[in-house]
């Protein structure tokens, strides 16, 4: 059974840094590219960003102005987002997929909580 | 960059009817990376179709998707009331649009 469980969310002031971990289990991590999204309150989906399966190809939001950054670590089957410089526009649910099928994400984390407040 | 639009903004239909949800690109998509979503709240966003039309494992036959070019369409026959979600289309792996919802009642 395919399954994506995401740590790392928490309560940050504006201007901190967070990394959330996705770890995979149940297929072949490293054939597969991922993904990180997220709903923020009250608003719909923001795809935020892709890496490929061997972790050298990154793809962002351009809104996102740099300020996240995806990786992976396929010896742990995880893959990773960095969040530097957040701001309260961030507070959200974010979300790790995967791309199983070409151009779209066929299995989904649960989700976790990211708050940005002072 | 290619821009998604989506309309209605809202759907309001009974159970049993048919609804028509489309989604549209700001320029011409070549290949046929598009696909649909469900997502309620407080669960992960469900994928529905892939590939314009192909749906995903699991997903009854009442969920249909067509459309090329710069239109698509996804097509929810025999509504019930489990299908009231957020409804959101996607281009290759990237940007979503800014969603229909639909209530069924």
């Known amino acids: 059974e395919v399954q994506l469980l995401e740590s790392g969310g928490t309560l940050v002031q504006p201007g901190g840094s967070l990394r959330l971990s996705c770890a995979a289990s149940g297929f072949t991590f490293r054939d597969y590219w991922m993904s990180w999204s997220r709903q923020t309150p009250g608003k719909g989906l923001e795809w935020v960003a892709n890496?490929?399966?061997?972790?050298?190809?990154?793809d962002y939001v351009d809104s996102l102005e740099g300020r996240f950054t995806i990786s992976r670590d396929n010896a742990k089957n995880s893959v990773y987002l960095q969040m530097n410089s957040l701001t309260v526009e961030d507070t959200a649910i974010y979300y790790c997929?995967?791309?199983?099928?070409?151009?779209?994400?066929?299995?989904w984390g649960q989700g976790l909580l990211v708050t940005v407040s002072s | 960059e290619i821009v998604l639009t989506q309309s209605p903004g809202t759907l309001s239909l009974s159970p049993g009817e048919r609804a028509t949800l489309s989604c549209r690109a700001s320029?011409?998509?070549?290949?046929?990376?598009l696909a649909w979503y469900q997502h309620k709240s407080g669960q992960p966003p469900k994928l529905l179709i892939h590939g314009v039309s192909s749906r995903a494992t699991g997903i009854p036959d009442r969920f249909s998707g067509s459309g090329s070019g710069t239109e698509f369409t996804l097509t929810i026959s025999r509504l019930e009331p489990e299908d009231s979600a957020a409804y959101y289309c996607?281009?290759?792996?990237?940007?979503f649009g800014p969603g229909t919802k639909v209530e069924v009642k």
């Open positions: 320029q011409s998509v070549h290949n046929t990376y």
């Open positions: 996607q281009f290759n792996g990237g940007s």
């Open positions: 997929a995967r791309s199983g099928v070409p151009g779209a994400f066929d299995y």
């Open positions: 890496i490929n399966s061997g972790g050298y190809k990154q």
